[in-house]
């Protein structure tokens, strides 16, 4: 029995998994949910592998791989089934997905072992990855757009998973409306593709748009609007300048949530249906230019809104912010691979780093502020140095794995060329190295912060104590991905091939920078420089918070309404909030509400109802009790009967006839 | 002006004036007989159209039996004169002008149709009331044995009606 | 000979003015007076038909209005004696329990 046959298993485990759990779990013993729930996941992580070594032995004829199960609508022309597909993004995408969505169930049963709701987590936990692994394994925009919808859905019931508080129960809300402004883009972005080609289905879509000529730059052509509305869902979900607001609140939610939804695997959603689309985008000059000067910018907006943040799961937020940033610079500059490169180490050092701030925040009793953490590093060191593995590759420092996927990133920005001049190219390596300094620096403070330094809470009412085993073995096997998981592309270093750009090669089938021979130096050069960035902010780091503690504070007092912008978050919640959303409610309950629905829609109910008791009121009359009034109504209703006979003979015509 | 026309007037006039004596007189017994003056002139008139048959019925039925029967019942009665209330005021009000309008309406349709109502057609012959016989026993005897059978309903109705009370 | 329609006009005005006093009257039995008013009004226009068209049937239908009436007017007046035995008085507006 080929698995490739049966690639619906997949994601049908975890949706049993999930409805298990929700209807029978909650009479059941937490051993129990965990088996179903853990269980099912694994199983359908071995099913990925096992579809995955099917695919290595498929002739490459029939990549990619596409099953269709049945048809879902059919209207017209169009027809969209629930079609499956593999190919080599495919690939990366569902191992990453499943791999580390074990990984982190096993973590939660740990976490979340002493709270409520704990078959419901899971539950929740369990359609995510069922969403999740339709939205990768889709083979045409509609399926994938189902899944795309259901991850959001998953967020939603995942954030405000502690929903008798307020701010969780917000926080959900506000990322599913977000989100839906995105996706408003994403469906009209499909629509006008469907008009543009007639299906929705990837392979023969893609196959209708690769002989087309490319928009020029500039011009609005139709690719270039397509792209650029995929791009405005792709910022809603993979929160991206300007709707990147949710992200930060999403942190109400449990950890393990943030880890898998909000670091690893739904936030890169967006990046990964760019690269999907890669033949349209690279119809769309402009559009790229676009996805690439905002993925810059955000990476840069979001790296400077964590330097001063005291959080530890929000400064983790703003981090995964900025790194997606880096992702889209990467697609944006044509480097897809390279995207999908930092995709994948991203998902292990940030979902590592998540973990592992869980296991301090449980170890530290809830605390979340790191204001009031210091000197855990001799307490509780297996979380420390797992941490300090994720800090180091997300950093970017070699050998770990985000020296490899940042650099390669870094150096196709450099040699991008668009406008017919390198000066955009030039710009946008420049603000991502500063950008990769100022990463560099707000997590080792994170570190230094947390674990070094004096105490300052107060050791007898907090007992710091190491997580068990079911949290820290998915701690270890990540902080393992996260060294040798850019290893992959090592070789090309010194002169040999980088095995996962030849793995993505058929998808992508575009040369990318690294291909170039003679390039080797300048890729020594500025891995060099990447390097000395990284360094530069771990020793500025290493001064304020270790050399000199109050330091931090003294220049934060200098330059006060610099730190205060930065800590408010440029007040951009407070703008959107007075720019959008008071407006929308005040139209909402004034005209929606007051004087469409009661005035108009009530109105025009109430309006017949009291009409028909006008009528009735009227002709009630005609019933009087009273016998002559009778007589005379009889005698009108002759006359109307006798006028009805007789009417013919009254019109003109008939007079003029008988003149 | 011919002698029939002149009949007609004069017998039209007590028809008419007859009419608005049953409206204006104050005591019942003044309209039945006032009525009873219409009738013996629209005899008359039937008369004048020939019908003689039905002219006789007119007066022997109409005049003599269902007139009879009013005046009984207005003796029976004790009416006496009319009281004057007025609680319709619907009828006050619109009485007139719809009773003006009808008029109206029935005259000018009839003054329309004077081409399609042939008149002056009368031949001056009688109808033979052995013509009218064959029609009614041989055309229109279902709806003559019909009538019997309402009359025999009528006098059981009027005799029910009128029984006194307290009798089984 | 007299024009069908002068006898069609003074149909019309008896039947008018029948219905004058079937609305203006108070009393029972001058209210059926008039109803027998406009049967009289109508059978006056049967015959008249009859004689221009010259076929019988209009005075065999007034003999059948005739004695149609003729059953009308002895119920009628039955029931007549009854309301009146109820309210001893011949006011028509005295029939009013249907008055809210």
């Known amino acids: 029995m080929s698995i490739l046959n049966y690639l619906w298993i997949i994601p049908a485990l975890p949706l049993l998994g999930s409805a298990i759990n929700g209807l029978f779990g909650k009479k059941w013993p937490n051993k129990i949910v965990n088996t179903v729930a853990v269980g099912s996941t694994g199983l359908s992580f071995l099913a990925a592998l096992e579809a995955v070594r099917e695919f290595t032995r498929l002739a490459p004829e029939n990549i990619p791989w596409v099953q269709q199960y049945f048809t879902w609508i059919i209207a017209g022309n169009f027809r969209a089934g629930f079609d499956l597909q593999i190919d080599h993004l495919t690939v990366v995408m569902l191992l990453v997905v499943t791999g580390v969505g074990w990984l982190i169930h096993i973590y939660s049963t740990g976490y979340m072992a002493h709270e409520g709701g704990y078959y419901r987590f899971f539950s929740y936990l369990n359609l995510f990855m069922f969403f999740m692994l339709i939205l990768v394994l889709a083979a045409n925009y509609v399926l994938l757009f189902v899944g795309w919808e259901g991850v959001g859905l998953s967020s939603y019931l995942l954030i405000g998973f502690y929903f008798l508080r307020k701010s969780a129960a917000d926080a959900g809300k506000k990322a599913f409306i977000v989100n839906r402004i995105g996706d408003f883009g994403f469906m009209l972005g499909m629509f006008l593709l469907f008009k543009a080609f007639g299906t929705l289905d990837f392979v023969p879509l893609f196959a209708k748009a690769a002989p087309l000529p490319a928009d020029a730059l500039g011009h609005l052509g139709m690719f270039t609007v397509a792209c650029l509305l995929l791009f405005m869902g792709a910022c809603g979900k993979s929160a991206q300048l300007p709707l990147y607001v949710w992200l930060p609140d999403a942190m109400e939610g449990p950890t393990p949530v943030s880890a898998l939804i909000h670091a690893a695997t739904m936030v890169t959603a967006g990046v990964y249906v760019v690269a999907r689309s890669h033949i349209l985008f690279t119809h769309a000059p402009t559009a790229m230019f676009v996805v690439a000067v905002v993925g810059c910018a955000t990476a840069f907006f979001a790296a400077t809104i964590g330097l001063v943040q005291t959080d530890i799961k929000r400064v983790l937020a703003y981090s995964t912010v900025s790194q997606l940033g880096y992702m889209f610079l990467a697609c944006g500059v044509g480097a897809f691979s390279a995207g999908i490169f930092h995709l994948m180490t991203h998902a292990f050092f940030k979902a590592l780093l998540f973990l592992a701030a869980g296991s301090v925040i449980h170890a530290m009793g809830g605390e979340q502020d790191m204001q009031r953490m210091g000197g855990l590093g001799k307490k509780i060191r297996w979380t420390y140095l797992t941490m300090l593995t994720a800090t180091l590759a997300i950093a970017g420092f070699p050998p770990f794995a985000g020296f490899f996927s940042k650099d390669t990133i870094l150096f196709n920005a450099f040699k991008y060329k668009t406008f017919e001049s390198d000066t955009a190219g030039l710009i946008l390596y420049a603000v991502g190295l500063l950008t990769a300094l100022l990463t560099s620096f707000y997590m080792f403070r994170l570190i230094f912060l947390t674990f070094k330094g004096k105490p300052r809470y107060d050791e007898k009412k907090v007992h710091v104590h190491e997580s068990p085993w079911s949290m820290l073995g998915p701690l270890v096997m990540l902080a393992l991905l996260s060294t040798i998981g850019g290893w992959l592309v090592l070789p090309a270093y010194f002169g040999g091939e980088d095995y996962f750009f030849r793995f993505l090669a058929p998808v992508f089938n575009a040369p990318e920078a690294t291909a170039e021979p003679g390039g080797r130096s300048l890729e020594w050069i500025l891995a060099g420089v990447a390097v000395l960035a990284a360094t530069t902010g771990l020793a500025i780091a290493f001064s304020l918070y270790l050399r000199r503690p109050g330091k931090s504070d003294q220049l934060a007092r200098s330059m006060r309404g610099l730190y205060n912008t930065l800590l408010n978050k440029y007040y951009v919640d407070e703008i959107y909030a007075a720019l959008i959303v008071k407006p929308l409610l005040w139209i909402s309950h004034n005209v929606l509400w007051q004087t469409v629905d009661v005035r108009a829609i009530d109105g025009t109910v109430n309006g017949l109802a009291d009409g028909a008791l006008g009528i009735g009121d009227g002709v009630r009359h005609t019933q009087s009790g009273n016998t002559r009034s009778y007589a005379v109504w009889v005698v009108i209703g002759a006359l109307v009967i006798i006028a009805i006979i007789f009417w013919p003979s009254f019109r003109p015509t008939t007079i003029g006839v008988v003149r | 002006m011919n002698a029939p026309l002149i009949i007609f007037f004069v017998l039209a006039a007590m028809c008419v004036i007859g009419a608005i004596s049953l409206i204006l007189q104050r005591h019942p017994i003044h309209s039945a007989l006032s009525l009873i003056v219409v009738m013996v002139a629209l005899a008359g008139l039937y008369l004048l159209m020939g019908a003689e048959f039905v002219a006789a019925v007119q007066i022997i039925v109409y005049g003599g039996a269902i007139m009879v029967l009013f005046v009984f019942v207005i003796m029976l009665l004790n009416a006496g004169l009319e009281e004057r209330t007025n609680f319709s005021k619907l009828a006050g009000f619109a009485g007139v002008p719809l009773a003006v309008a009808l008029t109206g309406l029935l005259a000018a349709a009839v003054a329309r149709s004077q081409d399609t109502v042939q008149a002056a057609t009368q031949t001056g012959a009688t109808a033979p009331t052995k013509a009218l016989a064959n029609l009614l026993f041989q055309d229109f005897v279902y709806p003559f044995e019909l009538t019997s059978f309402l009359i025999l309903v009528a006098i059981l109705g009027a005799i029910v009606l009128a029984a006194p009370r307290g009798e089984s | ?100």
């Open chain 3, 1 to 100: 000979m007299v024009p069908t329609h002068y006898y069609l006009i003074l149909s019309a005005i008896l039947f008018g003015l029948g219905v004058v006093a079937f609305v203006f009257k108070r009393n029972i039995i001058t209210i059926f007076m008039s109803i027998e008013l406009m049967l009289n009004a109508v059978n006056l226009a049967f015959v008249a038909f009859s004689q221009a068209l010259n076929k019988l049937d209009g005075q065999v239908f007034v003999l059948f209005v005739i004695v149609v009436a003729a059953a009308e007017a002895a119920v009628g007046l039955g029931i007549i004696i009854m309301t009146v035995r109820n309210r001893q008085t011949l006011n028509v507006e005295s029939v009013n329990l249907l008055k809210l």
